[in-house]
């Protein structure tokens, strides 16, 4: 059997063999509650404060600023409904982008129906929120900017110390989903001004169902999760140790060798662009050449964008796994990406994105592979004729 490629650390990526070490003891014969008063409990509340230093010191935050969550999307929730419900839904307007993933934009939603106002901010072709476009949308009753790092399909980064200025100059908190970016970018809590930060240990080669919130020391959030009082009372629940351990261990990780893994990826993606140029003629990069996560790609083929499902399943058949967007809408594969439709793509031609996304554990020879499957699989796909675009 041929080996798999795995092209998809966007959506997932491995647990890091170092991480899986870390967590072993406390899947086993270590256990315990933080909250308990015998050594148990003592042992374990240990250890779940170490990992809480780890993740602080990754974010360059203070450990009593991070609450554990149970991923990011429950992190995006807090930030969103917590700063929502603690100025009282009537008196409060967000502001976010179009294309923020659905753990934020489903969260304005719902804030929404409970009074909030929310506005929208367009994004340029490239995935760029335009932060004059966000100074027009301040207003005296905006509590919250929510801007994503970096986005989970087309893999742009935004320009978050900036628009977290403006937020600032406003009077509003400035929020980031950092899920994708933080094992890309460095990401400085201080130095970018941000409030509050999501971020999930399942994109840090970590485990999955386990993520955090940062949350500036003097920000009033509302409660999420009601119970025992845990997080500083913002999410009940007994901590998930193992998790934790596995988080503050993915953290350190991160922090010790993203210096390294980044350029590799840069090199890797930027192989991949120009021998993509060279091969398939009507390849095309989605996103900012330059202003985008290391090694994460969004590509289309002009005239066969429809084919995109077609495509990942030809890949699939020759072992590489990626993706036609993000995992969280596959089964809504075969529509128009909201992403791409923002960005200013017609409707058939946001449905065929093919997004690869590199790791810390993909290597030279994976590329190569993928470098010679793809220009195949591509000439096998039929091109869009009239009768797609009538949507016959
Ligand atoms: N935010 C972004 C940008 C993401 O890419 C994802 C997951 O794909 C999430 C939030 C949700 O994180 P989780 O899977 O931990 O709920």
Known sequence: MTERVYFDNAATTSLDPRVAEAMRPWLGEEFGNPS??????????????RARGQLAALLGARSDEIVFTASGTEADNLALTGVAEA???????????????PAVLETCRYLERRGVEVSYLPVDSEGIVDPGALAGAM????????VMAANNVVGTVQPIAELARIAHE????????????????????????IDLLSLSAHKLYGPQGVGALYVRRGIELAELIHGGGQERGLRSGTENVAGLIGLGEAAELVQAEMREDAPRLVGLSDRIIETLGERIPNAYLIGHRYRRLPGH???????QENEGITLLLELDEAGIAASSGS?????????SSYVLT???????????????????FTTEAEVDRFLEVLPQAVASLRPITSHVLLGA
């Open 297 to 303: 790609l969004c590509l289309g083929f002009r005239g």
């Open 170 to 193: 406003h009077g509003a908190l400035f929020h980031t989903d950092a899920v994708q970016a933080l094992s890309k970018l460095p990401i400085d809590v201080q130095a970018q001004e």
């Open 36 to 49: 308990s008063l015998h050594s148990f409990g003592h042992r374990a509340r240990e250890i779940v404060d």
């Open 342 to 360: 923002s960005m200013g793509f017609d409707p058939i031609r946001a449905r065929g994105s093919l997004r690869v996304t590199l790791g810390r």
């Open 327 to 335: 995992a969280c809408s596959a089964q809504h594969a075969a529509e």
């Open 139 to 146: 207003r005296p009753t905006t509590r919250l900017v929510s």
């Open 87 to 101: 100025h009282g839904a009537g008196d409060c307007h967000i502001v976010t982008s179009s294309i923020e993933h």
